[in-house]
């Protein structure tokens, strides 16, 4: 069996690469145009294409001789909402075709459990677009929602959030940073990934990914915090200064994120149940917080 990779060069993508090689997948990763350092990154014996999910012409041609394909590429943080649309939408679309096209009727597709926040960022709009995508496509499709990965160079948001409560002496939560979440280890993720792909019983179904217990945000930077040596005071920001003011995307993403995704992992709840991914992928993950 031979598997395409869409943004195979990069954290997960490459963990990714291992775990399916492990499993005795022939891989084939899908790389931008110009990225010099992909050869590098990626495990030896994978196959590098180059071509760009947003350009259809430069994408069909890595998708011949494949057997299923698993689509990671996407773009998580901008400032500006029409890039979610041009790479994560329009790009699964430009995947879809190509699948078709070439006859590959296997697609897992990682989406984000961001698609299930009561109010949804252009990221997480983007991703919701995509699956409807995949589930309307015909193909033989799987689609799995990650929370919030911790470990192995990966894992933006989470980086982000370690670095702020990280930084000085005292940080602000909104809330009190009372927002649920699953966090998952990133060796547990790409375990899912691969399972969720290869499994005769993923075909047709959402998993969501997420590690095995649920914490508060507050509990999440105590973790982190106690892990670094660091006692540092969290005190409370009401929210209706976090939106006036949107000090989340200074203090957290700078440029790098809209004041709106900034906030919105602050205020939503992402501790989803992983009883379906237990059961039809043997899916166990460990605490990333384990000593």
Request: a positive charge; charged letters at 20%; glycine letters at 10%.
């Amino acid at each position: 069996m031979k598997a395409l990779i869409t943004g195979g060069a990069g954290v997960v993508g490459k963990a990714l690469c291992r775990e399916l090689q492990a499993r005795g997948v022939c891989v084939r990763v899908l790389a931008l145009p110009g990225d010099t350092l992909a050869s590098s990154r990626i495990p030896s014996g994978v196959e590098l294409v180059y071509g760009d999910v947003t350009h259809y012409g430069s994408l069909r041609p890595a998708f011949d001789d494949v057997d299923m394909v698993f689509h990671l590429a996407a773009i998580l943080l901008s400032t500006q909402p029409s890039e979610f649309e041009r790479i994560n939408t329009q790009g699964t679309r430009n995947v879809i075709s190509a699948c078709q096209d070439a006859g590959v009727r296997r697609l897992l597709y990682v989406s984000s459990i961001s698609v299930t926040y009561p109010i949804l960022t252009p990221y997480g709009q983007s991703k919701l677009d995509g699956e409807s995508l995949v589930r309307e496509s015909g193909l033989d499709w799987t689609i799995v929602r990650p929370t919030l990965v911790i470990g192995d160079g990966g894992g933006i948001e989470f980086n982000m959030f370690a670095k702020y409560v990280s930084r000085f002496p005292v940080y602000f939560l909104p809330g009190g940073g009372m927002a649920l979440k699953r966090p998952v280890r990133s060796v547990d993720l790409v375990q899912g990934i691969a399972a969720a792909g290869l499994e005769e019983c993923a075909i047709w179904k959402t998993y969501a990914l997420a590690g095995p217990s649920v914490m508060t945000m507050a509990q999440m930077a105590e973790a982190i915090l106690r892990m670094r040596g660091l006692k540092h005071r969290m005190l409370k920001l009401p929210w209706w200064l976090c939106k006036r003011l949107a000090v989340l995307r200074a203090w957290i993403g700078g440029s790098s994120v809209s004041a709106e995704q900034a906030l919105a992992g602050f205020l939503y709840d992402a501790a989803p149940s992983i009883e379906n991914a237990e059961k039809d992928l043997g899916y166990h993950p460990k605490s990333p917080f384990d000593a």
